[in-house]
């Protein structure tokens, strides 16, 4: 892919404006897209102005290199031609034989964008107003005309092309896997793309169509398989354009309901996905091992959504599942986390947290079902054997109790462990060599784990085996393990129903003997325990701990990057319905205008 649309899509990545009222090519996305990427615009434009981005790190290296491929200097994005006003989009076509990756945008002056071809020395021919470039081998096309600009990559897919009908139908040469594979690495450069079956000859400026037979033109022109398989690609790329600018496309993305119910007015930003089994079938290679399989039976539709905000950058995310899936979400989901977790959190100290809580007993149970489900098709006998053999070794109910399936890490930060290492000089004179004690410094974690436990026989017994062995020290209250070699020290006590496992002496003497001081406000206790999942981190408490050692000159830009960053959250949200959601968001430093700006104010801090 060249430069230009290396520009072009970085633009679209950042896209500037949005105007539903304006221009808008939604409607021309087909329906049977599997993926559409959409870039909304009126909502960034309230946050950052055309000229201010022009003035941006990102905006002066797109003006840059449209620049170095003109022949005149590009001072603003508006340059382009494009429609700012409107909406830019990218959406994904698939099916058994290519995958067509489409990006989409509004025209707003023809002039302009027929001078960014021609400015970069990149012919392109225009027939009926509608203007037409290809690469080499016509796998990557662009057109356009006084509204709409579409480009589209192309790619064949492999398996298609190994099928004996396809191999008769297009005259190519049948050949072993394993050739196959050797065949992949070669890159074949096409001058003319030639299509076959009513799949397109383009010469030059691909002005000439030309149906022909394709055995025919494999043995006329002398064409390999590889560069014939392009010729292919080339003509259905060709075929999707036409019907597009012809708008034989009668169904629109704007037919689908669950894609219209994805978007949300507010949002700078959305990707929504059909279906990821759908994905999975349509990218997944057809390997015979994996034949009747689909690792995602039951995952629906799914969509993401970027949501810039005066206090917060937050990405809202959801997933549909089938009923039978969310029902079995739903009952392991069923446990929240243990609150007696909360009495040995100190915010102060954490740089970040991880919490879960599942239920163990019905993940046993659930377990086996699902994976009958995954594999039964293909391996019914084996896998129901293997279920009934895991339901005969386990106790779901007893592993339930040891385990019972929330847990809480939390990061303490990072410190240094001086260790000793054995090495060897080496005597240049008489060719010897000597065993030498050297000392390092090494970084290691900080952390402490929490896991919940009703019965804690087994691991009563475990450690009393460890203290037997001389692999467990018994301290106050707690234990240390003995891990030869390790310079980091691991310690665990087992207390209030909670087994805690740590790298803090310190701390599991405090915990043990009753004097931690605990202090978690009001937002981490709600974030702990109303989500099955939940996660922290400020990178702000980081900044500074981080050893001159491991990174050495750039240590000072990654503690300035740490510095302005605000906290990150994650959480899960209950499941509603088959839908799940979930959403990871970062504060703003009260310092900066808003989510946009701040952004760009940490692209321009890394590049200082």
Not at 157 to 173: H, Q, S
Not at 456 to 476: F, N, P
Not at 510 to 528: D, E, M, T
């Amino acid at each position: 892919m060249n430069s230009l649309y290396k520009c072009l899509i970085a633009l679209f990545l950042t896209s500037l404006t949005f105007d539903a009222a304006a221009q808008d090519l939604v409607r021309k996305i087909p329906s049977d897209a599997l993926a559409v990427a959409t870039i909304k615009g009126k909502n960034l434009t309230a946050l950052m102005s055309l000229n201010e981005f022009n003035h941006t790190f990102i905006g002066k290296e797109i003006l840059s290199k449209l620049s170095k491929k003109s022949d005149k200097a590009f001072v603003t994005i508006e340059d382009i031609g494009f429609n700012l006003s409107s909406s830019f989009y990218y959406y994904n076509r698939s099916n058994d034989s290519v995958t067509y990756n489409c990006f989409l945008a509004p025209v707003k002056d023809l002039a302009q964008v027929d001078a960014l071809y021609q400015q970069a020395n990149q012919k392109f021919s225009v027939k009926n107003g509608l203007r037409s470039y290809y690469n080499s081998d016509s796998t990557e096309v662009a057109h356009w005309n006084a509204d709409t600009f579409l480009f589209v990559a192309g790619s064949a897919k492999k398996e298609y092309f190994l099928r004996p009908d396809v191999i008769g139908r297009f005259g190519l040469t049948a050949i072993s896997p394993a050739e196959e594979v050797l065949t992949d690495s070669a890159a074949v450069a096409v001058e003319d793309a030639v299509a076959t079956d009513s799949v397109i000859v383009a010469v030059e400026e691909q002005e000439e169509v030309v149906a022909a037979d394709s055995a025919g033109l494999a043995s006329d022109f002398g064409y390999g398989d590889e560069q014939l398989k392009k010729t292919i690609v080339a003509g259905w790329i060709q075929n999707m354009v036409n019907d597009f600018f012809a708008g034989t496309n009668k169904a629109s993305i704007l037919d689908n309901a669950d894609f219209m119910g994805s978007l949300d007015p507010n949002a700078e930003a959305t990707i929504w996905i059909s279906g990821a089994d759908k994905l999975f079938n349509a990218y997944m290679p057809a390997l015979t091992y994996l034949k009747g399989m689909n690792f995602l039976n039951g995952y629906g539709s799914a969509n993401a959504r970027v949501y810039l905000e005066d206090k917060s950058i937050r990405l809202a995310t959801s997933m549909t599942f089938s009923n039978e899936i969310a029902a079995v979400f739903k009952r392991v989901h069923q446990r929240k986390l243990n609150k007696r977790f909360l009495k040995y959190v100190n915010e102060e100290r954490m740089i970040g947290y991880m919490g879960y809580a599942l239920d163990t007993k019905a993940y046993l149970e659930e377990y086996p079902k699902l994976m009958s489900k995954l594999y039964g098709s293909v391996y019914a006998d084996e896998v129901g054997m293997a279920t009934d053999l895991l339901s005969l070794l386990l106790d779901e109910a007893a592993v339930a109790k040891v385990v019972k399936g929330d847990a809480l890490f939390i990061f303490n930060g990072l410190s240094q462990s001086e260790v000793s290492y054995k090495s060897y000089e080496y005597n240049e004179d008489n060719f010897e060599s000597k065993e030498v004690m050297k000392t390092k410094k090494e970084t290691l974690p900080d952390f402490l784990l929490m896991v919940s436990s009703e019965d804690t026989r087994l691991i009563d017994k475990l450690i009393a085996y460890g203290v037997k062995k001389e692999l467990v020290k018994k301290g106050a209250g707690y234990y240390e393990l003995s891990i030869p070699k390790s310079p980091l020290g691991l310690y665990f006590a087992i207390k209030d129903g909670i087994i805690f496992f740590g790298t803090s002496k310190a701390e599991m003497d405090n915990i043990a003997a009753n004097r931690y001081v605990a202090k978690v406000s009001a937002r981490h206790k709600k974030a702990l325990l109303s989500s099955n999942y939940s996660a922290y981190f400020s990178a702000k408490k980081l900044s500074g701990k981080i050893p001159a050692e491991e990174l050495g000159k750039k240590l000072d830009k990654v503690n300035r990057v740490l510095k302005s960053m605000g906290d990150i959250y994650l959480k899960s949200e209950p499941l509603k319905g088959n839908v799940l959601s979930g959403q990871l968001s970062m504060d703003i430093p009260a310092d900066q205008p808003n989510a946009l700006k701040y952004l760009f104010s940490i692209i321009e801090d890394a590049q200082k």
